[in-house]
């Protein structure tokens, strides 16, 4: 079956517009996170859902950051008046089962979009 | 806070030469951690967790907690070794679930 999905992969924007991400996680996956990877860094948790319930947005750099999953399936994240240093990679994972709970549970991940700010 | 430690971003070995990619965290709680691999222009994928204590594509690595290290390991390189691996470590994030912290990763590119 099909993986976890993006898009668009690639974005430009300028400084000041606002960008909606998107991610189609595999489907009957419970939980959705988003990473934030600036270049030569390793990816850095942003947020996580869990089916449409977001858990936990400890890691979303600035409340120019917002992401929704309304359906508990698609989620989107949107970035308003975007700034230079939000130029990364934005990779989407999902895994099958709950997250708030300790043990195994594979994330997969999209092949993330690159977003650069000019 | 929960930390991951790659010292190496680049490490450069001549194939059939073993490899050691390092790793050292930083967490006060029971650690679960993880090798990603990212070959070029694929998607980052899980290669192994510690808690298996499996070999895959030749690769192993053993948590030790004394050295708070889970080092990541192969006798003999092979040319499709070449890519980006990220050592990451599961913690409780505080907020209701479990996150990943990355490393900052390390490049290996196998010599012919």
């Not at chain 2, 390092?22 to 980052?44: A, D, H, I, M, T």
Request: hydrophobic fraction near 35%; glycine fraction near 8%; charge should be positive.
């Amino acid at each position: 079956g099909a993986g976890v999905s993006q898009s668009p992969r690639y974005k430009v924007a300028k400084r000041g517009q606002d960008v909606a991400l998107r991610c189609d996680p595999i489907s009957g996956h419970v939980s959705l996170f988003w990473y934030q990877q600036a270049l030569g860094q390793g990816p850095e948790f942003l947020t996580y859902f869990q089916n449409e319930a977001q858990l936990d947005k400890s890691g979303l750099p600035s409340d120019r950051f917002f992401a929704e999953r309304p359906e508990g399936s698609v989620s989107t994240l949107k970035i308003q008046r975007t700034q230079q240093e939000d130029s990364a990679v934005y990779l989407c994972a999902s895994s099958l089962a709950d997250s708030a709970l300790p043990g195994y549970n594979e994330q997969f991940f999209g092949p993330g979009t690159r977003l650069t700010v000019l | 806070a929960q930390r991951v430690t790659q010292p190496e971003k680049l490490l450069s070995v001549f194939k059939g030469a073993p490899v050691e990619l390092k790793c050292n965290y930083s967490y006060s709680g029971s650690p679960e951690l993880f090798w990603y691999v990212q070959y070029s222009r694929q998607r980052l994928q899980l290669l192994l967790r510690h808690i298996s204590r499996e070999s895959i594509k030749g690769f192993t690595a053993d948590l030790n907690k004394g050295e708070t290290s889970f080092h990541l390991k192969k006798p003999f390189a092979q040319e499709e070794d070449s890519a980006m691996y990220y050592c990451a470590l599961k913690a409780y994030s505080g907020a209701g679930s479990y996150q990943l912290t990355f490393g900052k990763g390390t490049k290996l590119s196998v010599i012919p």
